[in-house]
């Protein structure tokens, strides 16, 4: 999950208001103006190299470097900036794992100083900082960073000094971050105050705020031998393994999307796959991939999950049986909507299925991100949309089209936002099956970003897709556009088999080493590999 205040607001709203006509009339919405969809996705015979990719990232990172080092986000067509997380440079850090796969050495330096000069107590721009957010991108991290320069990177930064000041603000921000699990029940509340060691006073979290802090917390636990971060997030995770009451979750292993601080228990709402509980599906596979042993617990509570998910949830629009698409559910009741967040799932599937050898799992995975590819292939722009909507049997009117099986999926959001999870899905379709279609999904989408996102500084958001010009720039660069997006095309495009960070096919017997955190972030596997 990725909420920055104002996205919140915005994806829950436009979540409420979709679901809201969906549920008051059984009909699916205001009249939208959209291209059918191509019958077959677009297909590119060719894919560029992988350097390319470092290219790009170089031309973003001196657009911050020049305009905004140190600070958190870039504008990239005003080329101002914005401290949004703090003000702690979490372009910067989130970059850094990016970097160091890369192997540029320069840009590796320059973050590596930068983060010794921090002073995690300091928030600029206010008192508190989001839990999750800096649990993900800066803590998340620096704890790959320290993963990826003591192991395979060992060669890109030599300076011990330098490397010792990474270890000790990675333990000391781990400290900081301790404060938000401060609750009647252990379960965090989102917004800390670092100086005071304080948190907000908020009745909720979401499940994904309460429980996708595993890797990242456990990691620290094994890198330092203190059990005292991994056992506060095994805590607060706990309320999630055995939720209650019981009719919070309504499919077996599908949960409501919030939880109460003062008791742990599950609050009444919608739940689903995307945004507000994402990552806590997502970390409860690769917890299991992190420490097979310890967590096997939680790979029971995924595969549940998985199940119902593949039984129950499933929805397929109106003439296209193969395209597998995931609604929200409302009870057992099912809203055919779904953020762009959702798209993880296709990897998450696929991983699911390797390191347990199930090939139907595998398919299923594969089937959502095929899916995603039809749909951003069909735009002029190779990009999608912030929410789609669709129609199963085209029974209610459906927006200003004839319901055929070009337009029973639209996007409903038309915005693009720099999102990663499409890429991150095609990597693991990749990974597990080496069809080159994922490549030149992938570069195709990367030559529409060159084309309509690309400023002289960095990379802006869109406002439609579906225009060939992309409409009108969104004067945002959030960090993933370095932690996800060039990195998930730089992996897909690696073709170095022996890079031990790669997500493995447990099926061909090579294991996993590495398991990327939601932020992209690869740690080093603890237990048994799988
Ligand atoms: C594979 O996964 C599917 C979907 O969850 C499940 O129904 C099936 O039993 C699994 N197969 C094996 C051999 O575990």
């Known amino acids: 999950m990725r909420l920055t205040p104002r996205s919140a607001a915005t994806a829950v709203l436009s979540l409420g208001v979709i679901w809201l006509i969906w549920s008051s009339t059984g009909q699916l919405g205001p009249k939208l103006h959209v291209p059918a969809l191509l019958k077959t996705p677009y297909l590119s015979n060719q894919y560029g190299s992988s350097d390319e990719i470092k290219d790009a990232f ?44 890369m192997e540029n050495e320069n840009v590796v330096g320059q973050i590596l100083n930068f983060i010794a000069t921090l002073d995690w107590t ?51 921000l781990g400290d900081v971050l301790v404060c938000a699990f401060k609750t009647p029940s252990g379960v965090p509340r989102n917004w800390v105050n670092p100086l005071a060691c304080e948190t907000d006073n908020g009745r909720t979290n979401t499940v994904a705020g309460a429980g996708s802090l595993i890797l990242e917390f ?33 499919y077996p292993g599908l949960l409501t999307s919030f939880i109460n ?63 597998t698409l995931l ?65 199963n049997n085209c029974k209610a009117s459906w927006g200003a089209t004839e319901c055929t099986p070009d337009t029973s999926v639209q996007f409903s959001t038309k915005t693009f936002i720099l999102r990663p999870e499409l890429l991150e899905s095609w990597y693991y379709a990749y990974r597990a099956t080496k069809d080159k279609k994922y490549r030149q999904w992938a570069w195709e989408t990367f030559q529409g970003l060159n084309r309509v996102c690309k400023t002289s500084s960095g990379f802006a958001g869109i406002s439609d897709v579906t225009a060939p010009d992309g409409g009108v720039k ?37 294991l996993n080493g590495w398991v990327l955190n939601t932020e992209a972030h690869p740690l080093r596997v603890t237990g048994p590999h799988v």
Request: with cysteine.
């Open 327 to 391: 609604p929200q559910w409302d009870n057992i009741l099912l809203g055919n909507t779904m953020d762009s967040l959702t798209w993880f799932t296709g990897g998450n599937f696929i991983l699911g299925g390797m390191v347990t050898r199930n090939q139907t799992l595998i398919d299923f995975g594969l089937s959502i991100a095929d899916t995603g590819g039809a749909l951003y292939m069909s735009t002029p722009t190779r990009l999608g949309g912030e929410f789609v909507w669709w129609t």
């Open 261 to 323: 601080i003062g008791d742990g228990r599950m609050a009444a709402g919608k739940g689903g796959w995307g945004s507000l509980s994402d990552s806590f599906y997502e970390y409860l596979l690769k917890a299991y991939v992190y420490d097979s042993i310890e967590f096997a617990p939680y790979l029971e509570r995924w595969k549940l999950a998985a199940e119902s998910t593949i039984q129950y949830i499933a929805s397929h629009p109106y003439g296209h049986p193969e395209w």
């Open 122 to 172: 300091i928030v600029k721009g206010g008192t508190s900082v989001q839990f999750f957010e800096v649990t993900i991108r800066h803590f998340g991290g620096m704890i790959s960073a320290y993963d990826l320069l003591n192991g395979p990177f060992a060669h890109i930064a030599k300076d011990d000094a330098l490397r010792q000041s990474l270890f000790d603000q990675m333990v000391n």
């Open 58 to 101: 170089q031309h973003a990172w001196n657009g911050y470097s020049r305009y905004c080092f140190g600070q958190d986000t870039l504008h990239p067509v005003s080329n101002t900036c914005d401290n949004d997380f703090g003000g702690w440079g979490v372009t910067a850090i989130d970059a850094l794992s990016t970097a160091i796969i």
């Open 474 to 510: 969104i004067d945002k660069q959030e960090s993933f556009l370095y932690a996800e997006i060039l990195k998930y095309l730089y992996l897909i495009l690696n073709d170095d088999e022996t890079a031990p960070y790669h997500v493995q096919d447990s099926r061909t017997g090579s």
């Open 218 to 250: 456990q990691r620290l636990s094994d890198i330092t031998g203190n059990t005292n971060y991994g056992d506060l997030a095994k805590k607060a995770q706990s309320y999630l393994l055995n939720p209650e009451p019981k009719k919070r979750e309504p």
